[in-house]
Each structure stands twice: as C-alpha cells, then as structure tokens.
C-alpha cells in the first residue's frame, strides 16, 4: 500500500508556472506507474499525464502536451508535475495516483492509490 500526499497548489496568473509535488509513503514506490489527474467543478476527474516506473516513459493529456512534464525521483519517493505558460482552463484540484500494472494508462479506474489533492487556481 502506497500514501499519497500532493503539495505545491495555489493562485497564479495566466502564463503563469506552478510545480506540484507528490509525496509518497513506503518502500515500495518505485514499482508503481505514477498518474497525475485534474478535476475542475462540475466536470469528471480528467488525465493529465502519467510517467513510467523509471521514469523513462511519459504520456500526457493532448491539452497540456509541450507545457506540463512530469518527472519522478525513485530515492525521494517523490513525483512532480511542472506546469509551464497556464491557462485559466487549467483551472482544478489536481490529483496525483499510482498503479500497480505496468501500462501508462489514461483511465482513472486503473489506479489503485489516490491522494487528497491541491487546488490549483489560473487568473485571467
């Protein structure tokens, strides 16, 4: 089992950058796929990105493709997502989750350990 705790939210204006960080508990986090989601009000929990075990494969949601990158320290325990040139779309509670499988999935129903979340706020 695997605990996930997301820091790093906040209000920035459009254009914006902002680095989220997912801490995780246990000794086990390098066997996990690494996803990041993002729910804005009244809409469903929608795919960001998601980064291999080792971090060597990546994958990401076309609408934040060329501006988010995420990247994973093993040793640290510890996943980020950079959030480059933001959009007031970008406007979420932004989720970080992992999964046992070995697929880069853009499903939510796929992984397994969510944590709480961080609100994330984009300015016109």
């Known amino acids: 089992q695997v605990q996930l705790v997301e820091s790093g939210g906040g209000l920035v204006q459009a254009g914006g950058s902002l680095r989220l960080s997912c801490a995780a508990s246990?000794?086990?986090?390098?066997?996990?796929?690494m996803g990041w989601f993002r729910q804005a009000p009244g809409k469903e929990r929608e795919f960001v990105g998601t980064?291999?075990?080792?971090?060597?494969?990546?994958a990401y949601a076309d609408s934040v493709k060329g501006r988010f990158t995420i990247s994973r320290d093993n040793a640290k325990n510890t996943v980020w997502l950079q959030m480059n040139s933001l959009k007031p779309e970008d406007t979420a509670v932004y989720y970080c989750?992992?999964?046992?499988?070995?697929?880069?999935?853009?499903?939510?129903?796929?992984?397994?350990?969510w944590g709480q979340g961080t609100q994330v706020t984009v300015s016109s």
């Open positions: 989750a992992a999964e046992s499988s070995l697929v880069l999935s853009r499903n939510p129903a796929a992984y397994d350990y």
């Open positions: 246990g000794r086990t986090f390098s066997s996990y796929v």
């Open positions: 980064i291999s075990r080792s971090g060597s494969n990546t």
